[in-house]
């Protein structure tokens, strides 16, 4: 099982505390530190520092860790033009030295758009097919040659698909719950395919209609990684584990049923319920960013257990 780090900076967190958890994510041995891409907290609380922007940080943690990888899951198609968003992770990728993935979906918190004045458009299903096209289309054009899109959304004339990323291709992740169009995208473009805090009876169904969506494109379907996020607490024993229950604001009962959750035995208990269902990866969700022993006893007391 590939066990990565993933954090929710919107819900507060400046730039060095990304770096520190990256960093401890990196000695402990996680395969990747990946973070969300969103403006505005959900939520009440706190919101101070304010949101950082994904790869501007990913940027910066590219220059300043060695081996994990990193990533976003997902970054919205409303955000940026798909022309630019290529040249961002192209770059971000040789920045890093090759250990960049994209994960890219259609966007949802309509809230965070009126924030920051960001095109919120009622249906962007389209938007995200067009972009996974373009953005794959522009990396794998031969050096030399040029590339034209013309979409609906998007129209590019003789753009000479520069830079090229390290990575040849850059794996694209594609998540979602959705029943036809989702398992499609995924067969066509992804190297991963992602369910983001599925309920754990609703994964294999899923899975299933992604399978044969490939089968259907012609694809193996054992080409793809089929990968989860779920929340991640864990303590030493239960007092630990109700204390960072509490600290992320969610009840030990819930955490246990829907997430990874309570001593580290259960929590390689649910990572072997998970394998049994096909799982090769997980993104473990660490609310509570700062709290790093944690990512400490994750490591010690189920992944090193694996």
């Given at each position: 099982m590939d066990l990565r780090i993933f954090t929710e900076p919107q819900q507060g967190a400046s730039y060095d505390d990304q770096l520190a958890i990256a960093q401890r994510a990196e000695r402990l041995g996680f395969s990747a530190f990946f973070r969300s891409d969103h403006f505005l907290r959900m939520g009440a609380g706190d919101p101070l520092p304010g949101p950082t922007d994904a790869w501007t940080t990913l940027a910066g943690l590219a220059r300043e860790t060695s081996t994990i990888r990193l990533g976003t899951l997902v970054t919205s198609a409303t955000f940026r033009h798909p022309g630019i968003l290529a040249v961002q992770v192209a770059q971000v990728d040789a920045m890093s030295g090759g250990r960049v993935e994209l994960g890219l979906g259609a966007g949802w918190f309509a809230e965070e758009h009126a924030a920051y004045g960001v095109p919120f458009p009622e249906k962007r299903f389209g938007l995200l097919e067009e972009q996974l096209e373009l953005i794959t289309g522009l990396w794998g054009t031969p050096v030399g040659e040029k590339y034209s899109f013309a979409g609906k959304h998007y129209q590019l004339t003789d753009s000479p698909a520069l830079p090229k990323p390290v990575q040849r291709?850059?794996?694209?992740?594609?998540?979602?719950?959705?029943?036809?169009?989702?398992?499609?995208?995924?067969?066509?473009?992804?190297?991963?395919?992602?369910?983001?805090?599925?309920?754990?009876?609703?994964?294999?169904?899923?899975?299933?209609?992604v399978r044969a969506a490939c089968e259907e494109a012609g694809r193996n379907p054992d080409d793809l990684v089929y990968s989860v996020a779920?929340?991640?607490?864990?303590?030493?024993?239960?007092a630990e584990f109700t204390r960072r229950a509490a600290a992320i604001g969610r009840e030990p009962a819930e955490l246990r049923e829907h997430g990874l959750a309570g001593t580290p035995a259960e929590m390689v208990d649910g990572l072997g319920a998970l394998a049994e269902q096909g799982i090769t990866r997980v993104y473990l969700q660490c609310l509570d960013i700062r709290d790093l022993d944690q990512l400490d006893l994750i490591a010690e007391g189920a992944m090193a257990k694996l």
């Amino acid at each position: 099982m590939d066990l990565r780090i993933f954090t929710e900076p919107q819900q507060g967190a400046s730039y060095d505390d990304q770096l520190a958890i990256a960093q401890r994510a990196e000695r402990l041995g996680f395969s990747a530190f990946f973070r969300s891409d969103h403006f505005l907290r959900m939520g009440a609380g706190d919101p101070l520092p304010g949101p950082t922007d994904a790869w501007t940080t990913l940027a910066g943690l590219a220059r300043e860790t060695s081996t994990i990888r990193l990533g976003t899951l997902v970054t919205s198609a409303t955000f940026r033009h798909p022309g630019i968003l290529a040249v961002q992770v192209a770059q971000v990728d040789a920045m890093s030295g090759g250990r960049v993935e994209l994960g890219l979906g259609a966007g949802w918190f309509a809230e965070e758009h009126a924030a920051y004045g960001v095109p919120f458009p009622e249906k962007r299903f389209g938007l995200l097919e067009e972009q996974l096209e373009l953005i794959t289309g522009l990396w794998g054009t031969p050096v030399g040659e040029k590339y034209s899109f013309a979409g609906k959304h998007y129209q590019l004339t003789d753009s000479p698909a520069l830079p090229k990323p390290v990575q040849r291709p850059v794996p694209v992740i594609v998540g979602g719950g959705g029943p036809k169009r989702t398992p499609r995208l995924a067969a066509r473009f992804a190297a991963e395919y992602n369910q983001s805090f599925p309920e754990k009876s609703d994964i294999v169904p899923q899975m299933n209609r992604v399978r044969a969506a490939c089968e259907e494109a012609g694809r193996n379907p054992d080409d793809l990684v089929y990968s989860v996020a779920l929340v991640a607490c864990v303590g030493k024993d239960e007092a630990e584990f109700t204390r960072r229950a509490a600290a992320i604001g969610r009840e030990p009962a819930e955490l246990r049923e829907h997430g990874l959750a309570g001593t580290p035995a259960e929590m390689v208990d649910g990572l072997g319920a998970l394998a049994e269902q096909g799982i090769t990866r997980v993104y473990l969700q660490c609310l509570d960013i700062r709290d790093l022993d944690q990512l400490d006893l994750i490591a010690e007391g189920a992944m090193a257990k694996l």
